[in-house]
């Protein structure tokens, strides 16, 4: 009966260790083929992945660890991999994962990794601990991302911003370059970076800034020219396009000589045109990369800073021509004044003898019928009247009067009085001339004094309207006035009268007869405006740029007549509204003008024939021009 027993019991022990063999291959099995499937998801994940024992062995990479870094399976199975780690960071990791808190068993980590030509390839690495029953590292999965090219371009974005908000920091050009070739040699990790600008006329290549490691280097190097056949630059600048030696051949005459020259050896290098909207005026060219070789996104880097030095170059010549000018202008203008202040003295004295002299001499001619001579007298004093008129104008625009000799006048005037009265009464019998004399010494040698005073200018226009409207009774013009009572404002008499009689002139001579002008003065704001409407031919849009220029005539020159003042197109001088906006300037108020000129006359070779009815026969668009000046002064409180 025992022997049955112990029968039945082995009977269930192998029954129950054959299901649990089975069991446990069947266990196997789907490790197996989860082994399988996890091995062929690892093969084709796009990153690079590396498995590691408890030993810290390499047990699996993937294709894609291969593909990266150029290590296979086969090198580095069962190693630690120190073959693609930089020697100074082999204990990094190692480093973060006994800083990690109890619990923790991902670390992420920034670093470097070589591949098995040796470049260095910035990494993201993700590492997963499996840990043991006494949480003790038991293995890790390592999964890469190469980031290198990632940080190359952040790098270059950075320069080349960094590059463009210094370009306003550096307002010399030589210091400029300088800074941009030490952040291209900084950036490509480069031992040298150049700016090489081409003389043209002498077929040269000259340096306008080096950076290389060795300063002596670099000091030489500035002061060296090459011709433009002896450098690879000469061809970037003949083809217009850049170029990337990787390699120099180190037996050719040609980068033996240079070499030589520079005093060290370029074994690298690449060279991008400096090229403006017309010309290639010169090269970047960087040398010697330390670590790898120059690539295409070097080149693009290289190629965008090269376009922003080449407008920096364009923008500071183009400067330094204006700034030439500039001072040439000055120099001229500085000159003219000279010779205008100059030339308005020597004007105005002959004028008053002159006049002086035909005084004397009609009153010399009166014995002679006065129809013989009068006319011809006349015409004589108008023409001088303008003469001194002119000169009036350029002192007030001028107003840079200022003669030394005028006291040595003064002085020997002063000694010589009594001798004068005496000359002068031997020769006129007048008495009291000598007072005549000294005031028209002063009237030529004095400086005018522009006093300001209190002024009404509703009432100070009146007055002067009063004045003006005999001067143009001749013609056929209606002047129309709206002074609203204002607020006094403060101006010397003299340039506003110059101002409102100037302003109501110019629009009696541009309005023809028939036409009509508005004059108008009332309060606007914190300030007194003061407006001269006429209704006449207008101005063309390029005369209305021009016209406070001075010595600008809205008529074309061979149109150009001299005739009364007031009459229709009597032929200004060009000067008054320049004499205005200086005195605006002087004087602190505003003048500006708008015109819109007569459909008839588009042109300003066009010409009014003088009177609206003249205009009315011919058929054509209506008479429809006008011109408004509007002159603003501040009121004193304001």
């Not at 025992?2 to 069991?23: F, G, K």
């Not at 001749?474 to 008499?493: F, G, K, Q, Y």
Request: proline content about 5%.
């Amino acid at each position: 009966m025992s022997e049955n027993v112990n029968y039945d019991t082995l009977r269930r022990q192998v029954t129950a260790l054959e299901t649990r063999l089975r069991e446990q291959e069947s266990l196997w099995e789907k490790d197996r083929i989860a082994a399988d499937y996890h091995r062929k998801f690892l093969k084709f994940i796009p990153y690079p992945v590396l498995i590691r024992d408890a030993k810290g062995l390499i047990t699996y990479l993937n294709p894609a660890f291969t593909q990266t870094f150029g290590w296979t399976q086969e090198e580095l199975k069962g190693t630690h991999g120190k073959e693609y780690i930089p020697v100074h960071l082999q204990s990094q990791l190692a480093r973060k994962i006994k800083s990690l808190p109890p619990g923790r068993s991902v670390v992420k980590l920034t670093t470097k990794r070589l591949t098995k030509t040796g470049q260095a390839l910035d990494v993201v690495v993700r590492v997963g601990i499996d840990r043991d029953e006494d949480l003790k590292p038991a293995g890790m999965v390592m999964v890469f991302r190469d980031v290198t090219m990632e940080n190359r371009i952040d790098r270059n974005q950075s320069a080349i911003n960094r590059i463009s908000q210094a370009l306003p920091q550096y307002p010399r050009l030589p210091q400029l370059l300088q800074y941009v070739s030490g952040e291209i040699k900084e950036l490509l990790g480069t031992q040298g970076a150049n700016v090489m600008l081409l003389d043209k006329d002498r077929k040269e290549f000259y340096f306008l800034s080096a950076v290389h490691d060795d300063p002596t280097t670099q000091e030489r190097v500035k002061k060296i020219r090459f011709p433009v056949d002896e450098l690879l630059s000469g061809q970037v600048v003949k083809t217009g396009k850049p170029l990337i030696m990787t390699s120099l051949p180190k037996d050719q005459k040609l980068h033996k000589d240079r070499d030589e020259k520079i005093g060290y050896q370029i074994k690298n290098v690449m060279v991008v045109p400096l090229q403006t909207t017309t010309r290639i005026i010169g090269v970047i060219s960087a040398d010697n990369k330390k670590e790898g070789i120059f690539d295409q996104t070097d080149l693009e880097t290289l190629s965008t800073i090269a376009a922003t030095v080449a407008l920096s170059i364009e923008n500071a010549r183009v400067s330094e021509e204006l700034k030439k000018a500039n001072a040439e202008l000055q120099s001229l203008n500085a000159a003219k004044d000279k010779m205008i202040s100059h030339l308005s003295h020597e004007l105005k004295t002959p004028v008053a003898v002159l006049l002086s002299s035909i005084k004397i001499l009609s009153r010399k001619l009166t014995d002679l019928p006065e129809e013989t001579w009068q006319p011809t007298l006349e015409r004589m004093q108008r023409n001088l009247k303008r003469l001194i008129g002119i000169e009036d104008e350029i002192y007030d625009i001028v107003e840079k009067k200022s003669f030394a000799h005028k006291p040595v006048y003064s002085l020997i005037f002063d000694q010589c009085k009594d001798t004068i009265e005496a000359l002068i009464a031997e020769e006129t019998g007048e008495t009291g001339v000598v007072q005549k004399v000294r005031q028209t010494l002063d009237d030529i040698f004095s400086t005018r004094d522009h006093e300001e005073k209190q002024v009404h200018l509703d009432r100070f226009v009146d007055q002067r309207i009063t004045a003006i409207r005999p001067l143009f009774r001749h013609r056929d013009v209606d002047l129309s006035a709206d002074l609203t009572p204002v607020s006094p404002i403060r101006m010397p008499l003299d340039p506003l009268q110059k101002v409102v009689d100037g302003l109501i002139r110019n629009a009696v001579e541009n309005t023809p007869d028939g036409g009509s002008i508005q004059v108008l003065v009332k309060e606007r704001g914190k300030g007194v405006e003061f407006v001269v409407q006429d209704h006449g031919i207008g101005l063309t849009p390029e005369a209305q740029k021009r016209i406070f220029e001075g010595f600008f005539t809205t008529q074309e020159t061979l149109h150009y007549s001299s005739k009364q003042p007031f009459d229709f197109n009597a032929g200004g001088k060009g000067a008054d509204l320049l004499r205005m906006k200086i005195f605006s300037e002087r004087y602190h108020f505003n003048i500006s003008m708008t015109s819109k000129r007569c459909s008839r006359l588009p042109g300003d070779t066009d010409i009014c024939p003088g009177s609206r009815e003249a205009c009315s026969k011919p058929a054509g668009p209506p008479c429809d021009g006008n011109t408004r000046v509007t002159v603003l002064f501040a009121l004193p409180e304001a």
